[in-house]
């Protein structure tokens, strides 16, 4: 499929919309009203630092939402007070973050089901208005909402957007699409929709399994098995692996996807030789800028002296988890919760998402005596669900000392 034809012409039709309804003013003063805080904007305005008693908070200097996010929420907002009395849709989750999601739900915005990665369209009808989220669709979910004669408002990242246009040059150009990223993440769905040629790597330790096989380290049948449901069809190592370019899940590590784009750069200069580089090797730079922001303020914020951190945001986010990590990486204490009601006053509980664990609730997590916590949030985090968590912990901080 021409997927660059089929943008060119969804774009063009006046069923299709990505510009919102609205000023970016009136949008940025709406969110504003709806989830900002004066708590926050206060303790930024202190050094991003707040001594209350016993209790110190100190803040990443970048956190929370983003501008792309602050556009596909306040886009969505817009399109329910356009269209008051059509059925609207949404393709996924706006944004991964339950309050912003469940306030488009009392909105009577309705989202496609899925089981087993499969989305049910089954009811979405001609006329009906489909909401694209920040992190964007399938090339094939858009033709079918074209086709169905749907109104789509999308409120694609315009970082997102990037990513595909480079795995567009990599499939103009011949070239296999290497993709960091998380296999069943919607943004990476999208973008290997976007791709011709792909393969999907999650971290450093499989891209360097790709990069022994590339040098020809490797067992062809083991490759296979291993990355069963991360490549293209008819996908084909020894033929496919020849003539590579890097993208990544705009949301992951950037230090990694960086170590990545390196390492394959040095394996195909060591198996072409520098001459023939530029025949084997293609990389662009698809790091989002906040992405890179947060996780820069969360390395320094992990050199502060802290007892402990709290990271907010959902826990099917991408960006967070990665938040989460950094923490980890530094042997700080470390909690990672998606609402300030997973912090329980009455018995001084925290109810928690471990890296790669189930949920678990520690209780008595405050200690007494004086404490000192380090705060940050992923991209799809409102100040002001930011400021909740900060008042319980200071009302925690009173009750326990």
């Known amino acids: ?29 709406a969110l504003e009203k709806a989830y900002q805080s004066s708590l926050i904007t206060s303790i930024r305005d202190n050094g991003y630092l707040l001594e209350h008693g016993r209790l110190r908070v100190k803040l990443a200097q970048a956190f929370g939402f983003c501008w792309g996010v602050e556009r596909a929420v306040a886009m969505a907002y817009e399109t329910r007070r356009h269209y008051p009395n059509e059925n609207i849709w949404i393709t ?7 309050s912003v999601n469940d306030h488009l739900r009392n909105m009577n915005v309705r989202f496609i089901s899925a089981e087993n990665g499969i989305k049910d369209f089954s009811d979405v009808g001609e006329g009906d208005v489909v909401i694209l989220p920040a992190f964007g669709a399938t090339v094939q979910e858009m033709q079918l909402l074209h086709e169905r004669g749907c109104h789509i408002i999308d409120t694609t990242c ?6 595909w246009h480079t795995v567009e040059k990599h499939k103009k150009h011949t070239f296999t699409s290497i993709i960091h990223g998380k296999v069943k993440h919607e943004e990476t769905l999208a973008t290997s929709s976007f791709a011709g040629t792909y393969l999907v790597v999650l971290d450093l330790e499989e891209a360097q399994y790709v990069s022994n096989y590339i040098i020809g380290k490797g067992n062809r049948n083991e490759f296979l098995k291993r990355f069963a449901k991360a490549f293209s069809p008819g996908f084909d ?11 990544n899940q705009t949301t992951m590590l950037k230090s990694e996807t960086e170590e990545i784009g390196r390492l394959f750069e040095i394996t195909m200069l060591e198996k072409y030789g ?8 293609l990389a662009f730079n698809t790091i989002c800028d906040a992405t890179e922001e947060r996780q820069d303020a969360m390395f320094s914020l992990v050199d502060e002296p802290l007892d402990m951190l709290v990271v907010i945001g959902g826990f099917n986010s991408s960006n967070t ?3 989460q990590e950094i923490a980890i990486s530094r042997g700080i204490r470390s909690f990672h919760i998606d609402t300030p009601e997973r912090i329980g006053e009455v018995d001084n509980s925290i109810t928690h998402k471990p890296l790669g664990e189930d949920l678990l609730t520690e209780k008595n997590f405050l200690p007494n005596g004086k404490i000192s916590v380090g705060i940050t949030s992923g991209a799809s985090t409102p100040d002001r669900v930011v400021e909740h968590v900060i008042r319980k912990l200071m ?3 009173q009750q326990t000392d």
């Open 1 to 29: 499929m021409d997927t660059q034809a089929f943008k060119r012409s969804l774009h063009h039709s006046d069923r299709y919309n990505r510009r919102g309804f609205g000023s970016p003013t009136k949008r940025a003063q």
């Open 92 to 98: 996924n989750e706006i944004i991964h973050n339950p």
């Open 158 to 163: 315009p970082w997102v957007s990037k990513v």
């Open 237 to 247: 190592p020894d033929r496919d692996l020849q003539r590579i370019g890097v993208a």
């Open 274 to 281: 520098p001459a023939e580089l530029s025949e084997h090797f």
């Open 321 to 323: 988890t990665h938040l």
């Open 395 to 397: 009302g925690l901080s």
